[in-house]
């Protein structure tokens, strides 16, 4: 936790449906960023972005849609043209500033897609 | 690709000192060393990091060796709920031009037996 929220715990869609996950942070960062988790496997970046109304694409973008209208909010959409959306998705933010850029992660999100 | 080695699993018996080796032969010099753990289906949590000088902090104590090609986070007094993943990360310092994601690798899985 650690001030970032993400919702809901648990999402369930059926395929071909688009889906939104929330992402919010109190802690006044700059920074946010969204990762991907698959089983038994490390974090991969989907997308992130630095400031508000600017965002840029990670590793794994394809299919994943975002938005940052406020410095608070970077939710996600997983769009039908993700091709394997069955994932634990972590939302985390940074200060990036003279104190550092640690990244403090979110909950996060387990999105099953039947 | 991860630029760490860290062993797969280990042991430790509640109470002792647990102290998790990572090498990171490739380091450069504006790289940082960051420790995070992530108990099951939960976020990624941090837990310290540093550059060169041995780090403390409530949590763990973090060494790295003179030449900076591998360190040791050390849990002091481990506890069942340690009981987690450990992942050692190397990432560039602020300032460097990069995406600021953390690359995860496999991490170590840390059991703490009562």
């Known amino acids: 936790d650690g001030g970032i929220t993400q919702s809901p715990k648990y999402l369930f869609r059926k395929e071909g449906q688009n889906v939104t996950l929330s992402c919010e942070q109190n802690l006044n960062h700059d920074a946010m960023y969204w990762y991907r988790q698959d089983p038994g496997q490390g974090l991969r970046l989907i997308y992130y972005s630095q400031i508000v109304n600017d965002f840029q694409k990670g590793d794994i973008a394809e299919g994943y849609s975002v938005s940052r209208e406020k410095k608070e909010s970077f939710p996600l959409t997983v769009t039908s043209a993700q091709k394997n959306p069955t994932a634990f998705y972590l939302c985390?933010?940074?200060?990036?500033?003279?104190?550092?850029?640690?990244?403090?992660f979110g909950p996060g999100t387990r999105l099953t897609v039947l | 690709d991860a630029k760490t080695t860290q062993p797969p699993s280990m042991d430790c018996a509640e109470g002792r000192a647990a102290n998790l080796p990572c090498n990171h032969s490739t380091i450069s010099g504006n790289e940082y060393v960051y420790w995070y753990r992530q108990i099951h289906s939960q976020g990624p949590q941090y837990i310290i990091h540093?550059?060169?000088n041995n780090e403390t902090n409530e949590m763990a104590s973090l060494i790295i060796t003179e030449d900076r090609k591998s360190s040791t986070l050390i849990l002091p007094h481990a506890t069942l709920r340690d009981t987690a993943v450990y992942y050692c990360i190397v990432r560039p310092g602020r300032g460097s031009s990069n995406t600021g994601k953390l690359i995860f690798g496999q991490g170590t899985t840390l059991q703490v037996k009562p």
């Open positions: 985390a933010s940074s200060y990036e500033g003279r104190k550092g850029d640690t990244q403090y």
């Open positions: 540093g550059l060169k």
